[in-house]
């Protein structure tokens, strides 16, 4: 290894020193050396869940976020500064691999904490509890095999990290470790291959800390393996020996700093980032790097956003001699990098209450780096709020340094296409030629999560990703019981210098969680290697017999190129070949015009517009050609794209209606009629004065309103009425408004309503506790004391005899006793209506305060099978409101809505054996055992959650000779009285038990 000196007398070409001031070590101690594994190829294989006998359900612990913004007047104040709104103009290649990774099959984890690493020939992937090697065409190699039985400890723990050393030619693993045996816990347990083969033999070794290390995040560097952690004491940064690991050594120093100057996030996971370097390329004696961001919006010291960088320069001979810099402040575009509180999650998912936190306020993993021949490049990704809103963005940022100057700004962006999605838990990184990858989660509240990607290449207009967004998998699920998602993905480049290797989580069904593994190039580096990278004109308008062509062509190789020859088809058609001159620079694009024109005068048709590059000597043609779509536009063409207003709610009324109006045509348009009509009745006509220019959107609100009083459902048509429009195809637009019965407490809680209401609600398998605060409004935006529980689901039985039910609940109003009153109605119809002959229970009082009351629920035997809304409504009777009114308000009290499935099937009750009961054995350091004895045969389930009523985990168990028998390992929870539920997810079994974690 080399050894550096703690007084830095000359600054070398290597290396700009970028503060003064160096400030010693706060900790040097030894990492243990566990001994060499056997190869991991020997290790047992997980198959199933299912199939473990005894399976292991784990908490993965984690320092909780409560992440909300400090300062209201802190920038941007709106919509971020640098956003780009659209998607890139140039065509992306499509994957080289895309290949499912691990998923929740094998693992009893939430979130996965996905993490992976490429090599020559293998990626190797962690989830949370479990290791898959595969080759780089997706096949399987090895596993699934568990992280404790490949790290030795025996634990599966979490956080998981996968790299490549490419230096080295090695893999490196990682996961923490906790116990309530204090020799054990606060451990960082690490393997590094013996060899190239991630399958072989590992040289293991744990380092002990002084506080748990949550969100361990790593880095390959020539001198050192860095590492920092989300720690809520003591040091924060370490430089682990990195050359000790690589040869197995039995003694290997662990030295741990604090970082001056910072000013920690103070809700949110603390996620400072060590440059990782990608590439076989670095400065001599380069100090290793840290990099944090500061948001104004956190208050405190920062007065405006910027990027922190540190050095860390580390003698592991003499570790005393090693030295952390004082900070280097980076000035950056404001960003507001706060999104919603802990535990509420920030975004939304297709039909369900619970959002998903995409996690704001930390550094995205990895942070790479790379050195070109004049310039260190560093990309830094982070999720931002684009507007306000929570639509989240991903700031990159493109940090350079050199032989002479400090770290600075080279370029920043934010990615997010103004689409209504958001974008979030990105990583990027450069290839050798200093093009950018960037693969992402994308969602919305219409958009199941999905993974995608983009990138730029070198010498585009800076801060922008130039190349078209791509899909690597498409979501098809949610998650309904945890905010909990990511918590990170992982991009990471292959030895080759130029593949972009990337995984991520996504929902393949509801609450089963996926992984997916994808990797694609924007260059290969080849000496030949030329294409079309866009087609520029025409676009759509009034096009003409003789229409001129301009490409974009890129060198995507190292060799300047002449004579490159080019077609042209249209429609499928060859309507010209022809020859680039050149030269054409590598690694740079040129623009093309033909010199045949196209016959492109149809007017309404599109025309399908493509060029190829046919180089002889090109190395990889797979990236030849472009396509694009051109439309011959109708003169005048206008239409309604769609109804905005009024949207479906409860208790509406007279509502106004608004349209957007498109204009399809070539020509600016301007006092036309438009109309709208509901349920077919007398339209409302009236006239848009103003202009639209072609391609141009805008808003009309009519000045009649609708009358949409009636509780039901109405179909709204508007459309323009454009006299010498040419295409009435797309002149309408429909939307269905339903006015739903939603009533609403007209008191809020500073008004005493807090005590009112229903706060905490059980039946069957639906348990919901509020703790002291009612007129709970869910969503937030919905109406006052109206909570929509509907993703909350339980199932009830109306066979006779097994349809007598005991919905408990309680109010915290203490002289409520007799006075807050109950009612609750299923909606057997589905007609949103709650009729008085659906009414189950009717203005009941609670006879206690404070305390469960328990009140008789009776399924009508002819109920209709299927899923149903249930309404529960609590309300102070002294008080106005109508406890007999589904649909009323009310001045106390709040309103909620659940979801039950009648079903008429036999349940697992009817199997048990006698009066069998759950059995719960406690063992040592908070494990428990938990055994159910019983014949049934079906699928059995166990949660736990806390006495908030907050599911931590649920998940299937399996059965064994006697009954379903699982092992909780809950060493990693805070002490406390926790529930245990047992089920058959029907709903009409259920098991609980107390359990106190020490």
Not at 90 to 99: P, S, Y
Not at 481 to 496: I, K, Q
Not at 575 to 593: F, K, L, M, T
């Amino acid at each position: 290894m080399k050894n550096k000196l703690l007084i830095i007398l000359l600054v070398t070409f290597s290396n700009y020193l970028i503060a003064q001031e160096l400030l010693p070590p706060t900790e040097i101690t030894k990492g243990k050396f566990i001994g060499k594994t056997a190869a991991l190829r020997d290790q047992p294989i997980i198959t199933s869940n299912k199939s473990l006998g005894v399976s292991e359900i784990t908490i993965v612990p984690n320092n909780l976020r409560g992440n909300r913004k400090i300062n209201d007047q802190a920038l941007p104040l709106g919509a971020d500064p640098i956003t780009q709104f659209a998607s890139g103009q140039f065509r992306m290649l499509e994957t080289e691999a895309n290949f499912g990774g691990g998923n929740s099959s094998q693992s009893n984890f939430t979130p996965p904490d996905p993490s992976g690493a490429v090599g020559p020939d293998h990626y190797v992937q962690g989830i949370n509890s479990v290791i898959n090697i595969f080759d780089k065409q997706g096949t399987l190699l090895l596993g699934p095999v568990a992280l404790g039985d490949f790290l030795g400890n025996g634990q599966n723990e979490g956080d998981p990290i996968v790299m490549y050393d490419q230096l080295a030619d090695r893999f490196f693993v990682s996961q923490f470790q906790t116990s309530t045996v204090a020799s054990l816990n606060n451990i960082l347990v690490i393997g590094v291959s013996e060899t190239p083969d991630p399958t072989g033999a590992y040289f293991i070794y744990q380092f002990q800390l002084d506080a748990f290390p949550d969100y361990p995040h790593y880095a390959v560097w020539p001198d050192a393996y860095y590492l920092t952690a989300n720690k809520n004491q003591g040091n924060t940064t370490y430089a682990l020996d990195r050359a000790a690991m690589l040869a197995g050594e039995d003694t290997v120093t662990l030295v741990g700093f604090n970082l001056p100057g910072i000013v920690r996030n103070p809700g949110t996971v603390f996620s400072p980032e060590p440059a990782n370097l990608t590439g076989f390329s670095f400065p001599e004696d380069a100090p290793g790097y840290i990099v944090y961001l500061q948001d104004d919006g956190w208050g405190g010291a920062i007065t405006e956003d910027h990027l922190k960088v540190w050095e860390l320069d580390v003698d592991f001979d003499e570790p005393g001699n090693s030295t952390v810099s004082m900070p280097l402040e980076i000035p950056v575009a404001p960003f507001d990098s706060v999104f919603g509180e802990f535990g509420e999650g920030d975004l939304a998912q297709p039909g369900s209450n619970q959002k998903i936190d995409m996690i704001g306020g930390v550094i995205s993993y990895a942070a790479n780096y790379r050195s070109f021949e004049d310039h260190n490049s560093w990309l830094i990704t982070f999720n931002v709020d684009v507007d306000g809103n929570d639509r989240s963005g991903i700031r990159w940022t493109e940090l350079r340094n050199s032989d002479t100057e400090p770290w600075s700004v080279f370029q920043q962006g934010t990615y997010a296409p103004s689409d209504g999605k958001s974008r979030f838990m990105g990583s990027g990184a450069m290839d050798a030629q200093g093009n950018i990858g960037l693969a992402f989660n994308v969602g919305s509240a219409n958009d199941f999560i999905g993974i995608r990607y983009t990138g730029r290449f070198d010498g585009d207009t800076a801060g922008e990703m130039t190349l078209g967004e791509a899909i690597i998998v498409q979501g098809s699920g949610i998650q309904t019981f945890s905010n909990r998602f990511g918590d990170y993905s992982h991009l990471t480049m292959d030895p080759n210098d130029f593949s972009f290797w990337h995984t991520a989580e996504y929902f393949s069904a509801t609450n089963f969680w996926d992984t997916q593994i994808a990797s694609f190039r924007l260059s290969d580096g080849f000496t030949n290697d030329v294409g079309v990278i866009a087609i520029d004109s025409p676009v759509d308008g009034i096009l003409t017999s003789a229409e001129t062509i301009q490409v974009a062509v890129r060198n995507f190789g190292t060799d300047p190129q002449v004579d490159i020859p080019i077609s042209l088809s249209i429609d499928g058609v060859v309507v010209a070949n022809e020859v680039i001159a050149g030269p054409i620079a590598p690694n740079s694009n040129s623009s093309y015009e033909f010199t045949t024109t196209a016959d492109l005068s149809v007017q309404g048709q599109s025309y399908l517009i493509a060029a190829e590059t046919s180089l002889a000597t090109d190395q990889a043609p797979v990236n030849n050609n472009a396509v694009k779509t051109v439309t011959h536009l109708f003169e005048n063409d206008l239409g309604v794209v769609s109804i905005t207003s009024p949207e479906s709610a409860g208790g509406l009324s007279q509502e106004t209606v608004v349209i957007r109006i498109k204009n399809f045509g070539a020509n600016t348009q301007s006092d036309f009629e438009v109309q709208y009509a509901v349920d077919g009745g007398t339209a409302v006509v009236e006239t848009f004065t103003g202009a639209i220019a072609p391609g141009a959107i805008e808003d009309f609100t009519f000045a009649v309103q609708a009358d949409i009083t009636v509780f039901t459902t109405y179909q709204l048509e508007a459309r323009t009425n454009s006299v010498g429009d040419q295409d009435p195809s797309n002149d309408a637009a429909t939307t269905e408004v339903t006015n739903s019965c939603m009533p609403r407490a007209t008191e809020p809680n500073g008004a005493g309503c807090q005590a009112d209401g229903i706060k905490q609600f059980i039946l069957n398998t639906i348990n919901v506790d509020d703790g002291g605060d009612g007129c709970n409004t869910e969503p937030t935006n919905g109406p006052q004391g109206y909570a929509d529980r509907t993703d909350l689901e339980t199932t009830l039985s109306n066979v006779a005899g097994q349809n007598e039910y005991v919905l408990q609940a309680r109010h915290n109003y203490d002289a409520g006793a007799g006075i807050e009153v109950l009612s609750v109605w299923v909606d057997f119809n589905d007609d949103g209506i709650f009729e008085q002959s659906e009414q189950l229970i009717q203005g009941v009082p609670f006879p206690g305060a404070n305390t469960l009351d328990s009140f008789d629920l009776v399924i009508p035997v002819d109920a209709p099978l299927g899923s149903h809304t249930l309404r529960a409504k609590a309300i102070d009777g002294a008080e106005p409101g109508d406890i007999n009114n589904p649909c009323s308000d009310f001045r106390f009290g709040e309103v909620q809505d659940y979801t039950v499935t009648i079903d008429d099937t036999l349940s697992i009750d009817d199997f048990l054996q006698g009066t069998t009961d759950l059995v719960i054995t406690s063992l040592e350091d908070n494990q428990f055992d938990i055994q159910l004895p019983t014949d049934y045969d079906g699928q059995v389930y166990v949660g736990v959650s806390n006495l908030l009523g907050q599911q931590l985990t649920y998940k299937a168990i399996a059965r064994g000779n006697d009954g379903f028998r699982v092992l909780l390992n809950l060493a990693n929870l805070p002490t406390g009285v926790y529930i245990v539920t047992v089920n058959d997810q029907s709903g009409r079994f259920t098991k609980t038990k107390k359990i106190i974690v020490q």
